[in-house]
């Protein structure tokens, strides 16, 4: 129940093309749901989150889509660059406690 | 630069080995994560401190333990170490509560 399942574990995408990543979850007691980006040899650093009172998030060509119903929410990457290769990762967490969950990640590749 | 000093960055040990890993968080904040990194594991969360106590727990082993200091600096301590036990430690801090995360650049460890 405190499991992140995220899809796929890898992306190969044509630049300019859409990625999309899609985490789901089954604790309803998440709040705060956001998407993190690793390059090798580097920490993972937050890229962008939502809450689940909006479907949606925008910032520059990154988005979130957010199906509370579903339990469900997904990263889009839009017009995506070379530059975009790397790890993403999924995470969600609760404020009535301190735990952070990340899913598996997804290996994204944008070929030039 | 998250702000965020992990030390010692490589670490090469033999097994049954005791090695003690360093985290110095960000200015001001007083929650700290240690989140383990393997290729087929993703990011497990391991333990989290807020201003000196254990708040959350994750599937930490218990050969594993951990601790933060009056200073807020949080040291991550692995015995009787095993070779699975190889892999990249990372060391996560926020503010206070499970929000925005800012991760260090980790700590390999290579257990021979």
């Known amino acids: 129940q405190q499991q992140v399942k995220q899809s796929p574990q890898s992306l190969i995408v044509q630049k300019g093309g859409i990625s999309i990543i899609n985490c789901a979850y089954e604790n309803t007691a998440f709040d705060y749901f956001p998407w993190y980006q690793q390059f090798p040899g580097k920490g993972p650093a937050l890229l962008i989150a939502?809450?689940?009172?909006?479907s949606e998030k925008k910032e520059g060509r990154f988005t979130i889509s957010f199906n509370k119903s579903a339990k469900q929410f997904s990263l889009h990457i839009m017009d995506s660059q070379p530059g975009d290769s790397a790890t993403y990762f999924c995470?969600?967490?609760?404020?009535?406690?301190?735990?952070?969950?990340f899913g598996t990640g997804t290996r994204l590749k944008v070929l030039a | 630069d998250s702000g965020v000093t992990q030390t010692p960055k490589h670490l090469i040990t033999a097994t049954g080995q005791r090695v003690t890993l360093r985290c110095s968080p960000r200015s001001g904040d007083l929650s700290v994560y240690w989140y383990q990194q393997s290729l087929d594991q993703g990011l497990q969360f391991l333990i989290q401190?807020?201003?000196?106590?254990?708040?959350a727990k994750g599937n930490i082993l218990e050969r594993f333990s951990a601790q933060q200091f009056p200073d807020l600096h949080s040291e991550l301590n692995l015995s009787s170490l095993e070779l699975g036990d190889s892999a990249l430690y990372f060391c996560a801090s926020s503010v206070g509560g499970p929000e925005k995360l800012f991760f260090g650049s980790g700590t390999q460890l290579s257990v021979l």
């Open positions: 939502i809450r689940p009172d909006v």
């Open positions: 995470a969600a967490s609760w404020s009535g406690t301190y735990k952070y969950i």
């Open positions: 401190y807020y201003n000196g106590e254990e708040r």
